[in-house]
């Protein structure tokens, strides 16, 4: 908890109004790769507490559109829309595809990580499937020049998944931003135009 409260992002994140230290993840990712543009559409995959839907929202302007998905609950945030569920629901696709109207995904963003166990073989197993569940969403409702963007960490299946990924977009590169902590195994994938 002390590293937690003692930890500069965490410190920067409260005095500039970001929901959590995430939100840097994405802010240095954009900066180098321009994945987030103003007026395109966006669509946050477990989306709680909010940090990356607000840099969105910010960037993509009035003429964009947010849409954050996740199980927990969201605190409003100004430019993004929120739907509290299961992403892999039909009922929740129905109120995503309600919300786009005749709009196209440009982006789809997931900073999903399961409720650690503190069992390795467990909880990686169980973070690998979430970056699945989130690939197939990309695949099934991004536009072809859209781009994906996706947690994940290094360990059991994370060759494989780098691999899928190739498999489906023309261009993945990995991401590991300063903002991430050292410790982290985490990495990012970034993919961009459908195959």
């Known amino acids: ?38 007026g395109m559409v966006v669509v946050d995959l477990g989306a709680t507490p909010g940090g990356w839907s607000q840099v969105a929202a910010s960037k993509v302007g009035g ?49 999903m990580s399961p409720n650690i166990s503190g069992i390795n073989m ?12 989130a690939l197939d969403f990309s695949l099934l409702h991004l536009q072809s020049s859209g781009a994906f963007l996706v947690k994940v960490f290094q360990g059991a299946g994370f060759e ?6 190739r498999s489906y977009y023309a261009r993945v590169v990995t991401r590991k931003p300063d903002s991430s902590r050292d410790r982290s ?3 990012y994938l970034l993919g961009t135009f459908k195959i």
């Open 63 to 111: 003429g964009g559109k947010v849409i954050a998905v996740d199980l927990l609950p969201l605190h409003p945030i100004n430019g993004v829309e929120f739907i509290q569920g299961d992403f892999c629901d039909d009922s929740v696709l129905a109120q995503i595809e309600n919300k786009l109207g005749s709009k196209k995904i440009g982006l789809v963003i997931s900073d």
């Open 160 to 165: 494989e998944y780098i691999k899928l990924m």
């Open 185 to 187: 195994n985490e990495l």
């Open 1 to 38: 908890m002390s590293e937690h409260v003692n930890d500069s992002y965490v410190q920067r994140a409260h005095k500039e109004g970001y929901r959590s230290r995430a939100a840097y993840k994405l802010l240095e990712i954009d900066a180098r790769d321009h994945i987030l543009k103003s």
């Open 122 to 133: 467990t909880d990686q197993a169980r973070a690998m499937h979430l970056a699945e569940l």
